[in-house]
């Protein structure tokens, strides 16, 4: 049993590299008891308590959970792009940031590139916005009104390169600019549209564009799809995983729907009430839950793949987060919930089995406790072909 409380924090006096001892290896955002509240004293809504989160160079991880359940408060507070009245009140986020030619690990030669690490949260502000540029790329929900109607496709992303490519030429940015709208499935002759032109899903499609223009390493993007059709959705998605393996970008995709997540993610990490519930691999997540709450959501949304299930949803509603449940937030609503669950906070459990490792926040889980079969089920062995995201390739 590990508890995962307590990050030592790093100190905040600028880029540095990372301790001798310190594990790297392929980190790229190490996020470490990160906590986040709206407001002040009594009033203040904690949105995210205590969450930690890693995202490896290359990985896809879903971030998943009922809405207002502080997703996208944790992608606005490690992007630094948290405003009043959100406060940050703990934690670290760290990206590493690796050499250029060092991103896919075939690329070092056999020679260990070292990453510069930064503390998103804390660091000057100017460092991290420019990694924000060039290293982290944010999607939003909304690509129509993100779209400055009065601007042409084609000046929109002339307008990111010449701000933050100062060597290209004109025509070498026109070039550029039509290949990234090749590259997300739309014909360059679009770049004089203007956003009005475009469908719901061109308008997207657009967004990416723009998104990966600076060769991001990491793409943040918080329900990108949520406003489209399901066809559209899909077309989207496969777009997006083809772009990630040409271009080998980590991303962090937040939605409320975790099928979609069993399509992509490598990893799944599922949010209740501010809190890191459960993260795993994605199909041991979905196939196997060990979370009661996990295990409610799985059967909110029909799989587009594997046997059919009765959706049954979750009883009740989320908990007002200005007085969050004492104990186990999730109590109140736990078919399963014990004493224990309303006075003591659950810990953080590292599991292991055939699938990976896994996180769970539950008591169930501690090795004192009957674990009901629901939440006992075998999961896809790691590496085999249950185990992998439906719309990935095989890397
Ligand atoms: N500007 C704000 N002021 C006060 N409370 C806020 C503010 N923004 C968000 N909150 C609260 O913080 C909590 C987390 O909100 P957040 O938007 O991060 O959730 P979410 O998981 O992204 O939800 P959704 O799926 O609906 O997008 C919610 O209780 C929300 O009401
Ligand atoms: S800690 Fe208790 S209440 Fe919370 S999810 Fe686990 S069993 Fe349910
Ligand atoms: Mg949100």
Redo the contacts with the bound molecule.
């Keep these: 049993m590990t508890l995962a409380k307590g990050p030592s924090p790093l100190s905040s006096s600028g880029p540095r590299s990372p301790g001798r001892n310190r594990q790297v290896a392929d980190l790229l955002l190490e996020v470490r008891g990160l906590s986040v509240d ?2 002040f004293g009594e009033d203040a ?1 904690h ?2 308590d205590d969450v930690s989160l890693t995202i490896r160079r290359g990985e896809v991880v879903g971030l998943a ?10 992608a ?1 507070a490690v992007t630094r792009l948290l ?1 009043d ?2 406060v940050i009140t703990g934690g670290e986020a760290v990206f590493y940031e690796w050499p250029e030619g060092s991103y896919r690990a075939a690329d070092t030669g056999g020679i260990a590139a070292q990453p510069r690490a930064v503390d998103l949260l804390t660091d000057d502000r100017e460092v991290v916005r420019a990694i924000r540029w060039s290293d982290i790329a944010v999607v939003f929900q909304s690509a129509l009104h993100a779209l400055n109607p009065v601007l042409r496709i084609g000046r929109l992303i002339d307008d990111v390169l010449k701000t933050h490519e100062k060597g290209m030429s004109r025509a070498q940015r026109k070039a550029r600019a039509e290949e990234l709208l090749e590259l997300v499935g739309i014909s360059a002759d679009r770049l004089s549209s203007y956003p009005h032109e475009l469908s719901g899903g061109m308008r997207q499609r657009v967004m990416i564009a723009v998104a990966v223009a600076l060769n991001p390493s990491l793409l943040v993007m ?2 990108p799809t949520t406003a489209l059709d399901v066809v559209i959705q899909r077309e989207i998605l496969e777009s997006l995983m083809e772009l990630r393996e040409k271009l080998g970008f980590s991303v962090l995709f ?1 939605t ?1 729907d975790l099928s979609l997540l069993i399509e992509i993610a490598d990893t799944i990490a599922v ?1 209740y009430a ?1 809190r890191l519930v459960e993260k795993a691999p994605a199909k041991a997540l979905f196939r196997a839950p060990r979370h009661p709450y996990t295990y409610g959501l799985t059967r909110s949304f029909p799989s587009l793949h594997g046997d059919k299930k009765t959706m049954t949803g979750i009883e009740g509603s989320p908990p007002d ?1 200005r007085k969050v449940p004492s104990g186990c937030p999730f109590h109140p609503r736990c078919a399963w919930a014990m004493d224990i669950c309303a006075k003591q906070d659950p810990p953080v459990l590292t599991l292991h089995d055939a699938s990976g490792t896994r996180e769970v926040l539950c008591w169930l889980q501690d090795g004192a406790h009957e674990i009901p079969p629901e939440l006992n089920k075998v999961p896809p062995a790691a590496g085999s072909a249950a185990a992998r995201p439906s719309m990935r390739g095989t890397t």
């Design positions: 709206y407001g809504v949105a995210v959970g009922e809405s207002g359940s502080g997703k996208s408060t944790l606005f405003r009245p959100g918080d329900e937040i409320h949010m501010g987060l």
